[in-house]
């Protein structure tokens, strides 16, 4: 089995959420581009995970806020207390668990 790559490259994420393969020589340009590929393909999929994540956790901006463990009561990043948004942190996260260094 013979795998191809356009170019040489250091890191890899393989979106969990949808068939996107991302490279890159750099991990910050990843993190980058795989922030902007969660938000325009797959905010579904990674609202969910947030939801599933942060139930039953407190806001991060210690506004006292905690999300609710059912997941239909979560509705996007921010943080309905306080208006705090979550987005880019948790995409930070979860992009950390699943970029691969190839």
């Known amino acids: 089995m013979t795998v191809e ?3 040489e490259t250091d890191f890899r994420f393989d979106c ?8 890159s020589e750099a ?3 990843l993190k980058r581009d795989g922030r902007r ?3 325009d393909h797959d905010y579904q999929e990674v609202s969910a995970a947030f939801a599933e994540t942060y139930s039953g956790t407190e806001c991060e901006n210690d506004c006292g806020y905690v999300y609710p ?9 921010g943080c309905p207390n306080c208006g705090f948004d979550h ?3 948790f ?3 979860y992009l950390y668990w699943h970029i691969e260094t190839i």
């Open 69 to 77: 463990v059912v997941e239909d009561e979560t509705s996007g990043f």
């Open 87 to 89: 987005r880019h942190e």
């Open 27 to 29: 991990v910050e340009e």
């Open 37 to 39: 590929h969660l938000k």
């Open 16 to 23: 969990p959420a949808c068939d996107a393969v991302l490279r």
């Open 5 to 7: 790559t356009p170019f």
């Open 91 to 93: 995409a930070r996260r």
